[in-house]
């Protein structure tokens, strides 16, 4: 595991927001892309970041409800993006390429979460297609972009990365679907990303980092049962929160805006970030505990999940010198 993979004692902690982490940055003339910026942690990274003088650009599958709940939040437009969808990817990124405009912070937030079977593309499993592949594909075509601004990507994992490594011998889960492994493989596909693409990108200077929000009950549980949610005690019978340690959206949405902006983080990247600082190594059998796996973290994996997710979408900005 890299070596820089401890804590730097940033100075915050789970209960960290977005307003502690921005407390004196000026974000004035700096363009972000937070993907699923309409809802949940997204929506507040947005309105942190605007709020600190940023324009933000949201794509979205659901364009509409996108703009009714960015309303009255000022500097933020709204495009039509589904990142199941690689011809949506591709159309998306062209657009955007040709306004001409640079991107200094890329935030991959949106996601879904231990989703019924279901196939995207030419049957890929949903959640890595999502989650993984979609952000790949749609941060390769946006690359020159990226590479202008020559600022940070941060690659939203979870704690829940731990369920599962890269399951090689079945990524597409063709011979038994686990809802719960499916999601651990493609946020550790989140966390793979980040350490190939800060190896690739910071000869550009621009610089990758993955991070786990936290616990925060918001739109991304929509799959779970509700029976399910009372058994795992995140909820009562009547829906009530019951889970100790919940974040608030702010609180979740805290860490990768400091990813995003911290100057702590200044000459660092590939790493795995948690609660606002830099997360420590989880041990090798850690399930949902704090910290990063080692599986999830190995440059050979990362390049070789880079080549493979390249192969798929037909895209790679880096071809030419990889």
Known sequence: MDPRQHSIGSGFGALSTTDDV?????????????TGGYSGIGLETVRALTGAGARAVVPARRVARAEEALEGIAGVEVGELDLADQESVRTYAERFIATGRSIDLMINNAGIMAAPEARVGPGWESQFATNHLGHFALVNRLWP??????????????RGHQFSGIRWDDI??????????????????????????????????????????????????????????IAAGWVDAEGNVTMEGLKTPTQGAATQVWAATSAQLDGMGGLYCEDCDVAEPAADDAVMTSGVKAYATDPEEAARLWVLSAELTGVDAFAATA
């Open 145 to 158: 972009a990226i590479a202008q601004g020559g600022g940070r990507v941060v690659s939203v994992s979870s």
């Open 172 to 229: 597409q889960f063709e011979h038994g679907y686990d809802k719960w492994q499916a999601y651990g493989q493609a946020k550790t596909a989140n966390v793979l990303f980040a350490v190939q693409l800060d190896a690739l990108g910071q000869g550009s200077g621009v610089r990758a980092f993955s991070v786990h929000p936290g616990g925060i009950l918001t739109a991304l549980v929509r799959h779970i049962p509700r029976e399910e949610m």
């Open 22 to 34: 921005l407390a004196g940055i000026d974000l004035t003339g700096k363009l972000a892309v937070v």
